[in-house]
């Protein structure tokens, strides 16, 4: 079955510090995988996925099929990055949908 | 250019009454979707609308109902609601399945 992982439900670091937020997945099938954030009081919005290999907002996030994994880091984080993040998996059991783990919230602290 | 517009924003129900959650989206989006977001859980799919004129069951679809009503509508029905349906419900178009998500700013359920 398809399934998305993200085994912190919170992850607290210091302003300026290196930031890795994890995201494994199980999917029998060639992955579309992408990362959605979710700011306080706002709407959920694409953050980046993988095809596309871009680096929004100084974070990105690299496809690793052998560990079936795509943690996403950046490697200092500001105090404005703390949200909700929630990694999803473009998946096929319910037509192509998106399977989305439980969410990760980061905290960045001053 | 509104994106995709959900009403109402907050609702307080009572068990066993029913309401109309509303979805429009206007950037000629093909595929719609309704997805409840509950702590610890992420976000679950409930029904989806691939095109106008379908729509399929997601992974938690009992208790509600919808209906594509043209290619920009998209509306979750909960017949009799239960303390269980509290939840916040997302709504999410999409030009087609599989590629990126636009979301509206959500629906605060409480069923009481």
């Known amino acids: 079955a398809q399934r998305v992982t993200q085994p912190e439900k919170l992850l607290s670091v210091f302003k300026g510090a290196p930031v890795e937020l994890k995201c494994n997945y199980s999917?029998?099938?060639?992955?579309?995988l992408f990362w959605y954030v979710q700011y306080s009081r706002q709407r959920l919005q694409l953050l980046l996925r993988?095809?596309s290999r871009e680096s929004i907002k100084g974070f990105t996030a690299d496809l690793n099929k052998g560990e079936t994994s795509f943690h996403l880091k950046k490697p200092f984080a500001q105090e404005e990055d703390s949200a909700m993040y929630y990694c999803?998996?473009?998946?096929?059991?319910?037509?192509?949908?998106?399977?989305f783990g439980p969410g990760t919230r980061l905290s960045v602290l001053p | 250019n509104a994106g995709v517009t959900q009403t109402p924003k907050f609702q307080v129900l009572k068990t066993g009454q029913s309401m109309t959650l509303q979805c429009a989206q206007d950037?000629?989006?093909?595929?719609m979707y309704w997805y409840r977001q509950d702590p610890g859980m992420g976000l679950r799919l409930i029904y989806y609308?691939?095109?106008?004129?379908?729509?399929d069951k997601g992974e938690v679809p009992n208790g509600y109902n919808v209906s594509r009503l043209n290619k920009r509508e998209f509306s979750l029905r909960l017949e009799s609601a239960a303390p269980s349906q509290t939840s916040v419900y997302f709504c999410?178009?999409?030009?087609?399945?599989?590629?990126?998500?636009?979301f509206g700013s959500g629906t605060r359920l409480t069923v009481v």
């Open positions: 999410a178009s999409s030009v087609g399945q599989g590629t990126g998500y636009t």
């Open positions: 999917y029998s099938g060639s992955p579309e």
């Open positions: 993988h095809i």
């Open positions: 999803a998996l473009s998946a096929t059991n319910y037509g192509q949908n998106f399977v």
């Open positions: 950037m000629n989006h093909n595929s």
């Open positions: 609308s691939a095109s106008e004129g379908t729509t």
